[in-house]
């Protein structure tokens, strides 16, 4: 079944893909033509403009060929235009009256010809390595001359290559989209009733006829289904049939190894996986990620020097305060998702997701802004802990890591997409309609759950989680080992996530002059690097063991990444910074919890397993919550260069302080062992 299952996803991906880069270079082509006349519009303006100033210099009796201060005039129309690189006023016979950047230029055979063209309409042309866009000037009635507006050649290129990278980044976000959607519809469609139907003749087979298929709403194998039923809905008709003729005994004792159900019932076989969940929580993760690369500077617009705070403090708090939201929400949140159920929590913290994206997005002050923001974080957190509760509880136990790599992966492609389309959307549609956009995207995630979620009766209710206690964290943090792990590994490549990635990285492209599509870029290295990564990084640290290696490897490729944008500081040192940084997480990141299980297994299984990943997970959002504070207060202090080397060092005297430890730890004689710890 796996290996149809995997045959079916490469066809319909390899046809997605080729369908998409078909029509990409389409695009592509068209807009490459139609690019030159839609540059000429945007100088059309300016052109008109420059018109009106000099009609009324004529109309007020001053000739066209004797006015004075319109060279240092068009040089101000060119100083706010940096698109133009000349503009250049003619007489009818093509001599040229006033100019502004032309005499940089050389005059060859080809201007000579430009200029002396006596049309009275809008035209572009391609004159050397220019786009001269001519349009006639008429006043009072009588073509007088012309004005040439000149746009350098590289121009068009620039945009076309930016143009390309958005296609491209839109193409890897369409692949990600379309896989997560496609393993939901053949889970959906093929897999789960094939799995639903050998379960089901496996008990026909054992004589078991008390359930039944369950409805398919694609219609997959739907007509196969209905007949199973009616055969199983007749032969129980047919033994109340008899039971009730009978008026003795049960059917069951008459008929001994054979099961039927009850008269007036109709139980239904349960079918769940792991990827009914993974599409709604992908959908609601990739729009909450929406706004990752332009929040920052989406924040400064509501800075005011009254509050004050240096304005890099205040674009960090509300970071800061989502991520410590988010923290505190967990532990209930996991609590009140055993109680409730996947299905609600998920649908109530989608909707609470929703309701503070649309209020983030008509946000009126920074005040507003933080309250909105919590709002998120409650529902974010919410989603996040369910999802992972639904994971853990429809794997198998032999198949634990595999299920949470798959939810990672969803997490992390779901951050990628939604930070490379949210620039490019931001751009175009504005920041808070892009906000906006990603609170309908959530309200789909919620609907789509509400569709096609549904509850497994048969579940026994899960068992109580223990609860939170003073001595729970005692005991943790008096563990050395534990205390090394967390505060010098997880939290310090929390803070270079948050810090650098989310807070400096979107505010620093801005300001090296990038656009927002550029920055959705940029980002998206970051998710790339863990999803392609991660995976593999997993297996070797499994296979090879050493896991503390992996951490310290880790920890000196996320300073080296930040040492990398100090010396290098430009748009293409800083993608390379973010591409390390993801490196550097894949290898780093995911070996601490598995290391806290290997070196701490005393303390761990005195307070519970579930109970130290949960004050782990709790103590390692402390680097989340400092992260946009630390770097909001170096970059007030230091400028961004001095903000990248103190998150750099930080992390590399922390990762140094981490490996000097364990090998301390190693060598230690078991005495001193326990007394150290």
């Known amino acids: ?13 390899t046809c997605l893909i080729l369908s998409a880069l078909f029509l990409s270079w389409q ?10 006349p839609e540059m000429a519009r945007t100088v059309l303006a300016t052109s008109y403009a420059t018109q009106q100033i000099l009609g009324k210099a004529v109309e007020h009796g001053v000739p066209f060929d004797e006015m004075v201060g319109v060279d240092a005039f068009l040089s101000s129309t060119r100083k706010d235009n940096p698109s133009i690189a000349y503009m250049v006023i003619t007489n009818r016979d093509g001599k040229i009256l006033y100019q502004s950047g032309f005499t940089a230029i050389q005059k060859s055979g080809s201007w000579q010809k430009m200029l002396g063209e006596n049309t009275t309409s809008v035209q572009t042309t391609k004159v050397n390595h220019f786009f001269d866009t001519h349009v ?6 009588q073509h007088v001359g012309s004005l040439h507006l000149g746009q350098p050649e590289a121009l ?3 945009k076309m290559q930016e143009v390309s990278f958005d296609v491209i980044a839109v193409l890897v976000v369409a692949s990600l989209i379309a896989m997560e959607l496609l393993r939901f519809v053949l889970t959906f469609a093929v897999s789960a009733p094939i799995d639903a139907t050998q379960e089901f003749l496996a008990r026909i087979k054992r004589g078991d006829f008390s359930h039944y298929l369950p409805y398919d709403k694609l219609a997959g194998i739907g007509q196969l289904s209905a007949q199973f039923n009616a055969i199983v809905a007749g032969i129980n008709k047919r033994v109340h049939t008899l039971q009730e003729a009978g008026k003795n ?5 008459k008929l001994p190894g054979y099961v039927f159900h009850r008269s007036g019932e109709r139980p239904t076989l349960f079918t769940s996986s792991v990827d009914y969940i993974r599409w709604p929580f992908f959908l609601l993760i990739f729009a909450d990620s929406l706004s990752l690369s332009f929040f920052p500077v989406f924040i400064g617009e509501f800075y005011s020097p009254d509050m004050g705070l240096s304005k890099s403090l205040v674009i960090g708090l509300p970071i800061s305060i989502f991520m410590f939201t988010w923290a505190l929400s967990m532990p209930w949140a996991g609590t009140w998702s055993d109680r409730v159920g996947h299905r609600k929590a998920f649908l109530v913290g989608a909707s609470v997701t929703t309701l503070g994206l649309i209020l983030t997005a008509f946000a009126q002050s920074l005040y507003d802004l933080l309250l909105w923001r919590c709002i998120t974080a409650l529902g974010y957190g919410l989603v996040f802990i369910t999802a992972q509760s639904y994971v853990t509880s429809t794997t198998p136990v032999n198949q634990r890591t595999k299920g949470m790599a798959i939810f990672l992966s969803s997490f992390f492609a779901g951050s990628l997409a939604g930070s490379a389309i949210g620039g490019i959307l931001s751009d175009r549609l504005g920041y808070s309609a892009t906000i906006l956009l990603s609170g309908v995207l959530s309200a789909a995630s919620a609907l789509f759950v509400l569709r096609f979620l549904r509850s497994n009766p048969h579940q026994e209710p899960a068992a109580a989680r223990k609860k939170l206690s003073w001595n729970d964290f005692s005991l943790l943090l008096h563990n050395k080992k534990f205390v090394t792990i967390t505060f010098l590994a997880a939290v310090p490549a929390k803070i270079a996530l948050t810090g650098f990635l989310y807070y400096s990285a979107p505010l620093y492209l801005k300001f090296l002059g990038n656009n927002q599509s550029t920055t959705g870029r940029v980002m998206m290295a970051y998710g790339l690097a863990i999803i392609l990564l991660s995976p593999f990084i997993a297996k070797l640290a ?6 503390r290696w992996f951490v310290s490897v880790g920890g000196f490729g996320a300073a080296f990444a930040m040492f990398t944008i100090y010396f290098f500081d430009s748009t293409i040192g800083l993608l390379v910074s973010i591409t390390l940084l993801g490196i550097a997480h894949a290898i780093g990141v995911s070996p601490q919890l598995a290391l806290i299980n290997d070196f701490c297994k005393d303390v761990v299984q005195e307070v519970g397993s579930g109970t130290a990943t949960g004050i782990f997970r709790l103590i390692e959002r402390i680097g989340n919550v400092l992260g946009p504070i630390i770097a909001g207060l170096l970059i007030a202090q230091f400028g961004f260069n001095g903000a990248f080397l103190g998150i750099g060092i930080l992390c590399l005297v922390c990762i140094c302080s981490f490996t000097l430890l364990f090998y301390w730890f190693e ?8 007394s150290a710890v």
């Open 156 to 158: 068009i290129e620039k």
């Open 667 to 674: 060598r230690a004689t078991p005495s001193q062992l326990a």
């Open 542 to 547: 499994d296979k090879f063991g050493h896991r």
């Open 136 to 141: 006639p000037l008429v006043f009072q009635n």
């Open 27 to 36: 695009s592509l082509q068209h807009f490459e033509q139609d690019l030159p």
């Open 1 to 13: 079944m796996k290996s149809l299952q995997f045959r079916l996803v490469l066809l319909a991906t």
């Open 249 to 253: 005994g049960h059917i069951n004792e």
